[in-house]
């Protein structure tokens, strides 16, 4: 198993470096994300294709809604504080078991 080298750890450098590829990146899909809503909204406005996709995509952005909802929830309720607890526990677990099938 590789180890993964905590943030604390890192140099300033290494952070700043890793905020500023984090942000690029997150702002890079945005970027194109809205990209492509906006292009699929114009082209919804044409009159070749008019309605062709109203319904799934209205199930699509309904769907999307509910999981973003359901994240938000999860994040604000604290439902993802200590996520890495319980493989620790599971791993803990499995030394238990097989010490004891020895």
Known sequence: MQHVE?????????RR???A???LGLLGAGVA??????EFLFTL???EVRGFADVPVTVYFAV?????????????SGKLN????????LLEKEREYERLGE
Do not use: D, H
């Not at 994300?33 to 906006?38: E, N």
């Open 6 to 14: 905590p943030l604390a750890a890192m140099s300033r450098w290494q």
């Open 17 to 19: 470096l890793l905020y």
């Open 21 to 23: 590829c984090v942000t």
């Open 33 to 38: 994300f809205c990209y492509k809503i906006a």
């Open 45 to 47: 406005n044409s009159e």
């Open 64 to 76: 999307a809604a509910g999981w973003l909802a359901l994240l938000i929830w999860s994040f604000l």
């Open 82 to 89: 200590e996520s890495e607890q319980s493989k620790a526990e």
